[in-house]
């Protein structure tokens, strides 16, 4: 059984910075992409950050130049650094990872930015 395993996030001044990572365990398929998702409460989850498995990234125009989005292939762990976080960022961030035709999504991480 596939697993994403999620740790960082938490609370955050405005201009400040966290670490995101996912663990990926129970796959024995080749990953094709991980990445990150976020939400708030009435709205779609949408894509914040993607790295496919040549290394390829996508971003949300508007966390570019402030996330970095990267990768351990061996352990199958994806990070997501964000920095000079802003209020707007504030959300429940979601793992996913593609194993195609699958996938597979992690519980959430909250991530808060307020002063």
């Known amino acids: 059984q596939v697993q994403l395993t999620e740790s960082g996030g938490g609370l955050v001044q405005p201009g400040g910075s966290l670490s995101l990572s996912c663990a990926a365990s129970?796959?024995?398929?080749?990953?094709?992409?991980m990445g990150w998702y976020r939400q708030t409460p009435g709205n779609q989850r949408e894509l914040v950050a993607r790295?496919?498995?040549?290394?390829?990234?996508n971003y949300k125009d508007s966390v570019k130049g402030r996330f970095t989005i990267s990768k351990d292939n061996a352990k199958n762990t994806v990070y997501l650094q964000m920095n000079n976080l802003k209020p707007e960022d504030t959300a429940l961030y979601y793992c996913?990872?593609?194993?195609?035709?699958?996938?597979?999504w992690g519980q959430g991480t909250r991530v808060t930015v307020s002063s």
């Open positions: 996913n990872t593609v194993y195609s035709p699958l996938q597979t």
């Open positions: 790295i496919a498995i040549a290394g390829t990234t």
């Open positions: 129970g796959i024995s398929v080749r990953i094709n992409t």
